[in-house]
């Protein structure tokens, strides 16, 4: 009889750790994939205020005042004069419009607007290179520290959200952001973030397609419930933590906390920018997988005939099999993945290409079989009118970008 309380209590035990195990993977709401990887120029924090006979004319003439402010900024910063554009071209180079605050009336319309702008087309216009050098592909695991307790994708955090709301198009890092579904929450914890064993890492930061690791924390102190909060940040780089920087904010009540956060990722955004200027962000040697052993050399005891066995055999293998290479690319829409495999598919000596990790609106993986040289792999992509980074056996690739069409008409017609 007790053998079988026992048992019953041990099947009881399983059932809820297993049901517990697959509760933590399944994460329910957890996942939150990132707003924008597209690489778009943004120009934040336009205000406006114009008044029109209706609410829907003011606020189209908001829009089109903020595209022609936030044009003129863009210009100025990349060195393009602030010379203004008509209407007609600004509509066909702004990729979208951003409402950070926004009061409409029946015929005033009071905003603060942020601008994206299609990197390749306001590049043409300015006449610049669309090129930018970024850093490796860095792994983001955010921290947030409130009540004593560490969350990184348990649950669904404002740090995370703050993170995902991030546009990265004007950062010269390069984040591979996990959306946190899956199991992102077992392999990235705040445990991991202060593991320092770099085998488990290696093998982390492979399954996401990274080269190191950042880890941005935030430590979140609530004066009461509903009032002040001040946030402590520290950016963090590589397995050791080594600290890169902190900084500290406060915002008067808990509806702020948003804002708060969102100022904080473009702080340690900065912070990772210095760092990577200043050398301090170069991947780490550890975090590289093991030389492979040496193939072992022919004795010289031993005869003609099995050199050139053993010479024969290893050719045939190496033409047979072909070369395993990583390759990184964008995944906006769930479109791009077949049309990116297809087109791999299509570039001469590819045997195989297969997805092996899929993050919409990220940065997915893809396994791609060569038969040739990694130099090769890259100068047919280049050929194909993508534009590589990186070298050997792991690329990031992006679509080279598209010029404005030459007759585009011209349109000198301005809102009041």
Known sequence: MRIKTLSAFAAAALALATGGLVAQIDGGARGLAAVDSSGAYEVAGIGVDVAAKTAEAARLGGWRLAQRRAWTQLSQRLGGGGAPVSDGTLDQIVSGIVVEREHIGPTRYIAKLGVLFDRGRASALLGISTYASRSPAMLVIPVQ????????????????????????????????????????????????????GRG??????????????????????????????????????????????????????????????????????????????????????????????????????????????????????????????????DTPAASTVSATESAMRGVPGVRSAQTTSLALGGVSIMRVVFDGDPAQFRAALEARGFQVFGSGQTVRIRRAAQLLPPDLPADSTTTP
Do not use: C
């Not at 991030?166 to 984040?175: K, W």
């Not at 935030?218 to 946030?231: A, E, F």
């Open 200 to 329: 488990w890492w290696r093998t982390i930061i492979d399954q996401y397609g990274a080269s190191d690791i950042l880890v941005p924390t935030v430590r979140l102190y609530r004066q009461w419930p509903g009032g002040p909060v001040i946030g402590v940040f520290t950016a963090r780089h590589g397995p050791d933590g080594r600290t890169i920087g902190s900084f500290t904010l406060r915002v008067g009540t808990a509806a702020g906390l948003p804002q708060l956060l969102d100022a904080g990722v473009a702080r340690i955004d900065a912070l990772y920018q210095r760092g990577l200027r200043a050398g301090l962000l170069d991947p780490d040697p550890t975090l590289s997988p093991p030389p492979a052993p040496e193939a072992a050399k022919p004795t010289d005891d031993a005869t003609t005939g099995d050199v050139d066995a053993i010479l024969a055999d290893l050719a045939s293998n190496a033409a047979g099999q072909g070369i395993p290479v990583t390759v990184q690319f």
């Open 145 to 196: 520290m409130s009540g004593g307790v560490a969350q990184v994708f348990e649950q669904r955090t404002e740090w995370q959200a703050a993170w995902a709301r991030f546009r990265t198009g004007n950062s010269t890092l390069d984040y591979v952001r996990p959306s946190g579904s899956g199991a992102d929450a077992l392999l990235l914890n705040a445990g991991q973030a202060t593991r320092p």
